[in-house]
Structure formats: structure tokens, C-alpha cells
């Protein structure tokens, strides 16, 4: 409506000056025009040869490709920013996908009994879903997508490792919880080929395990990651609820909603990832609450699987009665808001909460719940829902 009525006089006015000639005030701006003109033209020039090198790049596989192979991810080292962002971007009716979704048990398991704890995974290449219609080709312990199966034993129990490699490349286990000689222990299994070693879970606390196999950056990133919880042989505070959580980020080649996305390994090294997750999936636990009865003590672990990023762990609402800040189990802080979990590491939180009500957990360096890095802590059965 107003383009038009604004051009309308413009043109009368061209019009009408046409007929007259070129005054000097005219041949002035003419000549200006000129010059504006040249310089657009050797800005197309430009601009044409750099669409021209970034054409070249393309061919020579300077971008990431959807594939397994180990060489596509060194093909990436020379990309330039900027890089393509997938945050955010879900399949059409996330809402449903995300009810539908089967939200990873975080329910700590058992310890078993005896003194010897006999666990066999195997690795299997699969696809999984990360966020609501976004899939991901990961590299998966146990078949069991990310992260692989929560381990938990007591402190002075001997952990049996059984690795079975299902997939198309070498892969490795190393336990944060182990004191043993990694180049022995988490040795690189070829596919097809099985290995087993012991060592003695001496040290209590929430540790990561992961694949240690280089690039380990795109092991990790590729799902490769899991929690081993080892309670100390002196019982710490009785807990109604024990919940565990692995915070890790996603960096993805594609949306993953027509086809798998898979690493995208210069995203990997700039730390801009796509999703950010508890267990795996963009904020299941928002749709698919964890749940404690008024004045339970709830202990939620934490690990931080990065593979680089850190977590910021927090619980709205409320604050940590005890925190196991480092994992360290010797000792906890009380009445603290707010523990950062670094890549690499764990901690262990209590909280007690009276009031019913919803109360989200998140890494609040905040970038990371907007990237799916929140959940729900439901106590009670509190009226209607909320949004964080
Ligand atoms: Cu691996």
C-alpha cells in the first residue's frame, strides 16, 4: 500500500524531467551514479570468484559428508565459518513425536551381588532419535543408543569388561573409574573381535565412561558415552529416588528429518553444537517428567560427556541439600545453587522438596536449555504444566 503510493510521484517526476535536458546538478549525479555502478560490478566480480573457491572446497570434500568413515572427518579440517545451524529445527507435530518418544530409564539400577560384576556390551552402529523427528547415525554401546546402559557397583567390587565390537570400525572402552594402564586396557578392539579386562572399583563416585579410539572427539560425539556409579562402601545419606543423568551435545551434518544426520566434525571442533541433551534426547524429560513424592530425598548423578561442553547443573526451585561436587564422596556442600560438571566428570546432587509443584533441572548456562539441556522434576501431582 505505501510502496505504491510513494513510487507514483517518482515516476511523474522522471517523467516530466526528461523532457528538459541534463542540467549541471543532473550531470553530477549522473556521474555519481556511474561510479556506484563501477563499484558494484567489481563487487560481483568478487563476490563471483569466492562462490568460485567455495565451489572448489565443495569438490575437493572440504565439507562433511553423512558416512562412518574415519578420513571424512579429517576432510572437514579446513572448512570456514560460517557453518550451518539445525538448532532448534524438529519434524512437523514435535509435540506427539515427543509424547510418543520412550524417554530413557534414568533410574539408577541395583548393585549386583558378589564380588565380581560381569558386563558384556556390544558396539553396534545405529541410528537414533535425538530430538522429536531428528535422527543421528551414532556409534552405540550395548545397542542401546546414547547414552550406553547405566553401570552401578559398590565400592571394592572387581568389574569384569566384556567389549564385543558389532561395528564396521575399531572401537575401546575407558572407565574413569579405573586405575589400569589405558594403552592395556582400552586398547582399540577390532571389529568383530571381542576383549575382556578387570580392575577393581576402589574409588566411589559418578564417572564417565566413553570409547577412547581417535579422533576420541568424534567417538564421543557420536554417541560413544555412558555412566558408571560406584556407591562407597560406607552408605551415603538414605535416598527415596535415584535418578542419573549424562548431559552431552550433538553437532549434526543435516537436520536429520529426511535422513539420518551424522557428525559433523567441524561443528565438533568450534563447539557449536546442534542439541544439547540429557540422556540422549532434547528435553524428553520436560514431556516425560522425573518423579518424587513431597519430602522424598531425591539424588540425581551427573556426568558430563561433553564431548566438550561443560554443564551447569542446576534445579529450579529449590537447592542442593548435599552436592558431591567432583564426584568426590569423601565429602558434600550444603545449600548450594548452582555446580558446574565439567566435560569428563560427575557429581551427585540431594534435594528434598515439600512443596508439589514442577521443578526443572537444566545446565544453566542457559544456550544449553535452549538447545534441549532441561527436564522436569515432578513432585507430587501438581495442577497443570509449565513451561522453562
Ligand atoms: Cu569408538
Known amino acids: 500500500m505505501s510502496t505504491h503510493t510513494a513510487s507514483s510521484p517518482a515516476r511523474l517526476r522522471g517523467r ?19 561510479f556506484a555502478v563501477g563499484a558494484l560490478v ?11 573457491e567455495a565451489r572448489d572446497d565443495v569438490n575437493s570434500g572440504a565439507v562433511a559428508t553423512p558416512t562412518n568413515d574415519h578420513s571424512a572427518h ?16 524438529t519434524g512437523a507435530n514435535a509435540e506427539s513425536l515427543a509424547k510418543a518418544h520412550a524417554a530413557y530409564d534414568a533410574t539408577l539400577p541395583p ?44 565400592e571394592g567390587q572387581t568389574v569384569e569388561m566384556t567389549l564385543t565390537n558389532g561395528g564396521a570400525i575399531p572401537h575401546s572402552i575407558d572407565f574413569h573409574a579405573a586405575r ?26 559418578v564417572y564417565m565412561y566413553h570409547c577412547g579410539t581417535k579422533p576420541v572427539l568424534a567417538h564421543i560425539a557420536n554417541g560413544m558415552y555412558g555412566a558408571l556409579v560406584v556407591d562407597p ?19 549434526l551434518n543435516g537436520d536429520g528429518i529426511a535422513q539420518p544426520a551424522s557428525l559433523d566434525m567441524a561443528k565438533a571442533r568450534a563447539m557449536m553444537p546442534d ?51 567432583n564426584g568426590d564422596m569423601t565429602q558434600f556442600q550444603q545449600g548450594v545453587q548452582t555446580v558446574a560438571v565439567p566435560a569428563g566428570g560427575g557429581a551427585v546432587f540431594d534435594v528434598k522438596i515439600d512443596d508439589v509443584g514442577l521443578y526443572p533441572f537444566v545446565s544453566h ?24
Not at 516530466?16 to 556511474?34: E, H, M, N, W
Open 275 to 325: 542439541w544439547t541433551t540429557f540422556n540422549g534426547y532434547a528435553n524428553q524429560y520436560v514431556t516425560h517428567p522425573l518423579t518424587a513424592k513431597p519430602g522424598e530425598t531425591v539424588r540425581l548423578y551427573v556426568v558430563a560427556a561433553g564431548p566438550t561442553l561443560d554443564t551447569n547443573f542446576h534445579v529450579v526451585g529449590t537447592i542442593f541439600d548435599r552436592a558431591w561436587v
Open 42 to 52: 567489481i563487487a560481483a566480480v568478487v563476490a563471483a570468484q569466492a562462490a568460485d
Open 180 to 205: 589400569i594402564a589405558p594403552n592395556v586396557a582400552f586398547k582399540d578392539v577390532a571389529p568383530g573381535d571381542s576383549f575382556t579386562f578387570r580392575f577393581t572399583a576402589n574409588d566411589p563416585g
Open 111 to 154: 548393585v549386583p551381588p558378589g564380588d565380581l560384576v560381569k558386563i558384556q556390551m556390544t558396539l553396534k552402529d545405529m541410528v537414533v532419535e535425538i530430538a522429536p523427528g531428528v535422527r543421528y547415525t551414532t556409534w552405540a554401546f550395548d545397542g542401546h543408543g546414547a547414552p550406553g546402559p547405566i553401570l552401578h557397583v559398590r
Open 233 to 251: 562402601a560406607t552408605p551415603l545419606p538414605k535416598a527415596d529416588k535415584e535418578y542419573v543423568l549424562v548431559a552431552s551435545e550433538w553437532y
Open 365 to 388: 548456562a542457559f544456550a544449553h536449555v535452549d538447545l534441549g539441556q532441561v527436564g522436569l522434576l515432578k513432585v507430587g501431582n501438581p495442577k497443570g504444566t509449565m513451561s522453562h
Open 74 to 89: 579429517d576432510a572437514t579440517a579446513g572448512q570456514s565459518l560460517p557453518l550451518e545451524s539445525f538448532a532448534g529445527k
Open 16 to 34: 516530466r524531467d526528461g523532457g528538459r535536458g541534463v542540467g549541471p546538478l543532473s550531470a553530477v549525479v549522473v556521474l555519481l551514479l556511474a
